[in-house]
Nanobody, 116 residues
Framework: VQLQASGGGLVQAGGSLRLSCAAS????????MGWFRQAPGKEREFVGQ????????EYANSVKGRFTISRDNSKNTLYLQMNSLKPDDTAVYYC??????????WGQGTQVTVSS
């Protein structure tokens, strides 16, 4: 499946952004979907994931309570609502999908920059 992330940009600390990830597949609802991020000089890290139906989510401790993952299976789209953004949230954000254990479908990434 091809994934296209969008919605990144420059925002001040304390602000909000919503990222979207459009999937080019009619079988989107079969995929567990997730968001990852990679800051300059750091390894890619897990941000959160959402179950196939959207009934279950998990988040990294660093974003818990500030970020919300959702999905609209009728639109084949994944979302990441980011609130109370911090400069440490600056990174390239990637959406990803998996049918089983391996995250084997990746989008191209969208840059999020949070200024202090």
């Amino acid at each position: 499946v091809q994934l296209q992330a969008s919605g990144g940009g420059l925002v001040q600390a304390g602000g909000s952004l919503r990222l979207s990830c459009a999937a080019s597949t009619s079988t989107f609802s079969r995929y567990t979907m997730g968001w990852f991020r990679q800051a300059p000089g750091k390894e890619r890290e897990f941000v959160g994931q959402i179950s196939r139906t959207g009934s279950s989510t998990e988040y990294a401790n660093s974003v818990k309570g500030r970020f919300t993952i959702s999905r609209d299976n009728s639109k084949n789209t994944l979302y990441l609502q980011m609130n109370s953004l911090k400069p440490d949230d600056t990174a390239v954000y990637y959406c990803a999908g998996r049918l089983q254990a391996l995250w084997d479908n990746w989008g191209q990434g969208t840059q999020v920059t949070v200024s202090s």
